[in-house]
């Protein structure tokens, strides 16, 4: 079984985010592989360990994307590409045109992803490039279970659960829940160091540059306005509930 | 400049999500005497066409075919997707919910336009429709303009407040029989879990329980406390990591992210992954033993104790209050 995972790097979700110049500011952040994604990665490695095959993941992004993969390897996936062409990046419009480019260079059967990243939010990933590919999609998976030809998916729904049934070739996004990824073994990581990591740039892929233009611009980056802390209550216990109930009144509404 | 705007109008169990209306008044914010087009998919209600009509839809597109009314990606994107195609609108809007997030994306491709997703404002600004989105899951926001070809975003829930309109004609009701392509997802089953509560990303009020609740059985008192007022209950990554509760129940970076009206954090110390989620909540409640907690700096009121004693305390005198 071949199998794709689409990977991001995104900020360690305990980062603050800081503002300079009108761009987030990458200074001194720790950067990891977008949690959605992991749940993705660990799913293909679980798959390929019980039929077989290659994992292969593929990343949009700079550079220092490289280091996201090479855990990624370390973890249990075979190959890596990376398109690290400033060309090439944009909005979720010309990522989704690109990440297909690169994955109809490719063999697969099942295509994964987070069914978002914790950076941009955008949840567009996984769907835009299965339209892109023409293959059907199933979003936010809690339990995947192929056999052959054959997927039967557990979804999550607005905390209700659908279990869907498709065929492969497919894209499926994944939920948290779906897993808990391993860390990368000592062995794994010695062994990560030798597999490879393939660039790509516009000249590799087949791309018409004016297809994949950006349709939206980020206008401005802003803060949300710091929030103020508020008020202890003191007293008594009883007290303060009373108090806290008259204080809330407002916005419970006894008729619902 | 006036725009036509079609909105999706999203059902649940036979009426209108509160969202669709939040979403015809995004389509009011834009069109600028421009006709709003309603779409309703599936077998509905003619009733519903009134009700959208009310908050702003001047036409209510009503399209049927069996297939439609169990939700798959496949039949919604084409049922939509040939609406637009018909129609030829200026700006789609849709709301941001399972639905939303799973085939707007999918249409946005098929049209070939691109797609801002997770609007919590919309404004006109020197004649450029400008969104405003969360990023980071509102660590920060970004503003954003649509550079080419069609508008289209997803609304989130409860962030733009709709209102009724004041004079209006009975929208005009257009069925629409269609003829599907193949549906590539079967559905087999939908387990229910979630019947006895509110969804967290709809809800005004959400009670969440942090590490502080200790156990499964500690989100008791908590969904007393949540019935009684009309909550949903969340909880804490701390919470859901330990295994007291469900990761859907999660708020925060990682899981959803809710801009209630009021929120109760109980037993939540406030990581900085957690106070993303819920920190643009209109009001903040914190319960919690340690007066040192972060979770302090962003609540409007706070109660030092152990929400085992505090919690049934706040549900008893809520409950009597509403009696009162």
């Known amino acids: 079984m071949n199998i794709i995972v689409c990977l991001k790097q995104t900020f360690d979700t305990e980062e603050k985010v800081i503002i300079k110049e009108g761009q987030i500011s990458e200074d001194g952040v720790k950067f990891i592989i977008n949690p959605y994604d992991e749940y993705a990665l660990e799913e293909a490695i679980c798959i390929k360990e019980k039929y077989g095959g290659v994992v292969t993941v593929i990343s949009i992004g700079p550079t220092r994307v490289e280091s996201a993969l090479r855990t990624a390897l370390a973890m249990g996936a075979d190959k890596a590409v990376l398109v690290d062409d400033e060309r090439l990046f944009g909005d ?70 659908e279990v869907l049934e498709s065929k492969l070739p497919i894209v499926i996004t994944a939920q948290q829940g779906l897993n808990e990824p391993r860390y990368p073994s000592l062995p794994g990581i010695m062994k990560a160091k030798r597999k490879p990591i393939q660039h790509l740039t516009v000249e590799d892929l087949s791309l018409d540059m004016k297809q994949i233009k950006a349709k939206t611009n980020i206008k401005e980056n802003i803060l949300p306005p710091e929030r103020q802390a508020g008020r202890v209550l003191q007293g008594e216990l009883n007290d303060q509930v009373v108090e806290l109930v008259q204080l809330l009144q407002g916005e419970v509404n006894p008729n619902g | 400049m006036v725009r036509h705007v079609v909105v999706f109008a999203e059902t649940k169990q036979g009426s209108l999500r509160n969202v669709s209306f939040e979403v015809l008044e995004a389509a009011k914010r834009l ?22 009509a009310e908050y702003g839809a001047h036409e209510v597109v009503f399209v049927e075919n069996k297939q439609l009314d169990t939700y798959t990606t496949d039949a919604y994107t084409q049922a939509f997707t040939s609406i637009i195609h018909e129609k030829n609108p200026d700006v789609i809007l849709m709301p941001h919910t399972a639905m939303g997030k799973d085939f707007a994306p999918r249409a946005a491709a098929r049209i070939g336009c691109g797609l801002i997703t997770d609007c919590t404002n919309v404004e006109i600004s020197d004649g450029n429709i400008v969104f405003t989105r969360p990023i980071y899951a509102g660590k920060a926001f970004q503003r954003r303009v649509v550079v080419r070809d069609q508008i289209f975003a997803t609304i989130r829930p409860n962030n733009i407040p709709c209102s009724k309109v004041d004079h209006h004609e009975s929208a005009k009701k257009i069925q629409k029989v ?30 969440a329980g942090g590490r502080g609740v200790k156990s499964a059985e500690g989100f008791g008192p908590l969904k007393d406390l949540a019935q009684v007022i009309g909550a949903a209950v969340g909880a804490s990554r701390g919470a859901c990591d330990a295994e007291y509760c469900d990761y859907a129940l999660q708020i925060g970076q990682t899981g959803k992210v809710v801009t209630p009206d009021l929120y109760i954090a109980c037993g939540i110390s406030g990581a900085i992954q957690h106070l993303a989620g819920m920190s643009n909540s209109k009001m903040i409640v914190a319960i919690n033993k340690d007066p040192e907690a972060p979770i302090f700096d962003v609540a409007d009121y706070g109660i030092v104790g152990d929400l085992f004693e505090v919690v049934p305390l706040l549900t008893e005198q809520f409950k009597q209050a509403m009696t009162d």
Do not use: C, F, W
Request: glycine share 8%; no cysteine.
């Open chain 1, 92 to 161: 979720e419009s010309t990522i989704s045109k690109v990440l297909a480019a690169v994955i109809k260079q490719q063999e697969y059967d099942l295509i994964l992803g987070g069914y978002m990243s914790v950076d941009n939010g955008a949840a567009q990933g996984g769907a835009r490039l299965a339209e892109e590919l023409d293959l059907p999609h199933i979003y936010a998976a809690l339990k995947i279970d192929v056999n052959e030809s054959q997927v039967v998916v557990e979804r999550d729904v607005e905390g209700d659960i």
């Open chain 2, 31 to 52: 069109n600028d005497g421009g006709l709003i087009t309603a779409v309703l998919i599936g077998t509905q209600e003619q009733s519903q066409a009134d009700l959208l």
């Open chain 2, 178 to 207: 269609l003829n599907l392509d193949e549906i590539r997802t079967t559905v087999r089953e939908v387990i229910q879990k979630t019947t006895d509560g509110v969804d967290l990303s709809e809800a005004k009020i959400i009670v």
